[in-house]
């Protein structure tokens, strides 16, 4: 009668898991996944600086050459002086850039000092 108990158990036990675990056959649909494209796909167009005693600002236009909705993306603004080093970093975010279009980018740092150029790194995050 024990050996009876204890299966019953047992198969409650399965039953509860089998309820309990995710089904990995399941699709997610609605979310944003995450880019697995190229920095390409997010061309640069064209950049400008404008320098206040306190902050830089890079406008940046990007334009999306994808056929999906940019989410969120990131462009990174790196200064260097006239050996090469880098003297210091800005930051923009690419929001809501739908496929095929174009929109500029303000990104911002502050307290550079001796850059003598510098250089954009765009980074696609989510695509929808």
């Given at each position: 009668?024990?050996?009876?108990?204890?299966?019953?158990?047992?198969?409650?036990?399965?039953?509860?898991?089998?309820?309990?675990?995710?089904?990995?056959?399941?699709?997610?649909?609605?979310?944003?996944?995450v880019?697995?494209?190229?920095?390409?796909?997010?061309?640069?167009?064209?950049?400008?600086?404008?320098?206040?005693?306190?902050?830089?600002?890079?406008?940046?236009?990007?334009?999306?050459?994808?056929?999906?909705?940019?989410?969120?993306?990131?462009?990174?603004?790196?200064?260097?002086?006239?050996?090469?080093?880098?003297?210091?970093?800005?930051?923009?975010?690419?929001?809501?850039?739908?496929?095929?279009?174009?929109?500029?980018?303000?990104?911002?740092?502050?307290?550079?000092?001796?850059?003598?150029t510098?250089?954009?790194?765009?980074?696609?995050?989510?695509?929808e």
């Amino acid at each position: 009668m024990k050996v009876l108990k204890w299966i019953g158990i047992v198969i409650v036990g399965i039953i509860v898991l089998g309820l309990l675990l995710p089904d990995s056959d399941k699709k997610t649909e609605g979310k944003a996944e995450v880019a697995e494209t190229s920095k390409e796909d997010i061309e640069v167009v064209k950049s400008s600086e404008t320098n206040t005693e306190m902050m830089r600002t890079v406008h940046v236009e990007v334009k999306n050459n994808t056929d999906k909705l940019l989410n969120s993306g990131q462009i990174k603004v790196i200064y260097e002086d006239a050996k090469g080093n880098i003297v210091g970093t800005g930051l923009g975010t690419i929001l809501n850039l739908a496929s095929g279009a174009s929109k500029v980018v303000d990104c911002l740092a502050m307290d550079v000092v001796g850059a003598s150029t510098y250089r954009t790194e765009v980074t696609p995050l989510m695509y929808e």
